[in-house]
């Protein structure tokens, strides 16, 4: 499984858009990027998938480079409740469905 | 709505005792995965079950064992429980051939070891 480096937190304030950008230099073909969110003292949820170009939900947008070594979570004007932390994933069905999870990004949004 | 609920959600148990915790999931989901997390960091993979009968270890399995007897459950049993198993147990279940990385998780099980 293609491992993963995130900033480990950031800072933003209510309003403003945040972009977390996850490195993964050795995607293979075949990976899937995922972003999960996790709040205290909770399960991680389930964000977004891509594979490449831009995907957007109700939620978030995720925008993948052509050579995919990197994904860009976007999550437009937060609110303090998006105070979590965001883990980024790659893995396809070769992987039989297990998720790696590094140490995520702590993300604090502030008043 | 189907979900996926683990019990009890606080246990406190002692050195060398046998703890089981429970995982229970209504999406008829055939993938199943028992993780723990740490204070501060990310989740780690205990065992994991593609379906009835189906087991196999994850990364950290050592201390702990699963059976699967039908499609909802998937219950971790801690052998002889120990300070250093004392972590928060997350329970996901999973959906074959759809989104590969889409799982659902439960709202984790908090184990202390004395």
């Known amino acids: 499984l293609a491992k993963t480096t995130q900033p480990i937190s950031m800072d933003s304030y209510e309003g403003q858009e945040v972009n977390i950008t996850c490195s993964h230099n050795n995607i293979a073909t075949n990976d899937y990027i995922t972003w999960y969110q996790q709040f205290p003292s909770q399960g991680p949820r389930f964000i977004i998938q891509g594979y490449k170009t831009k995907v957007t939900n109700e939620v978030a947008s995720l925008f993948i480079p052509a050579d995919r070594k990197s994904s860009t979570l976007s999550l437009p004007r937060v609110s303090l409740s998006d105070t979590a932390v965001y883990y980024c994933?790659?893995?396809?069905?070769?992987?039989?469905?297990?998720?790696?999870f590094g140490s995520g990004t702590r993300l604090l949004v502030r008043p | 709505d189907a979900e996926i609920t683990q019990s009890p959600r606080h246990k406190i148990t002692e050195t060398g005792r046998q703890v089981t915790l429970a995982c229970h999931q209504t999406?008829?989901?055939?993938?199943m995965f028992w993780y723990r997390q740490d204070l501060g960091h990310g989740l780690r993979l205990i065992h994991y079950?593609?379906?009835?009968?189906?087991?196999n270890k994850g990364e950290v399995s050592d201390g702990y064992s699963v059976s699967r007897s039908n499609t909802e459950d998937l219950p971790l049993t801690l052998e002889s429980a120990a300070s250093s198993q004392t972590s928060v147990y997350f329970c996901?279940?999973?959906?074959?051939?759809?989104?590969?990385?889409?799982?659902?998780f439960g709202p984790g099980t908090r184990l202390t070891v004395l």
């Open positions: 996901a279940s999973s959906e074959s051939g759809v989104t590969y990385n889409e799982q659902f």
């Open positions: 079950s593609y379906g009835v009968q189906d087991t």
């Open positions: 999406w008829n989901h055939n993938n």
């Open positions: 994933l790659v893995g396809d069905e070769d992987s039989s469905y297990k998720l790696i």
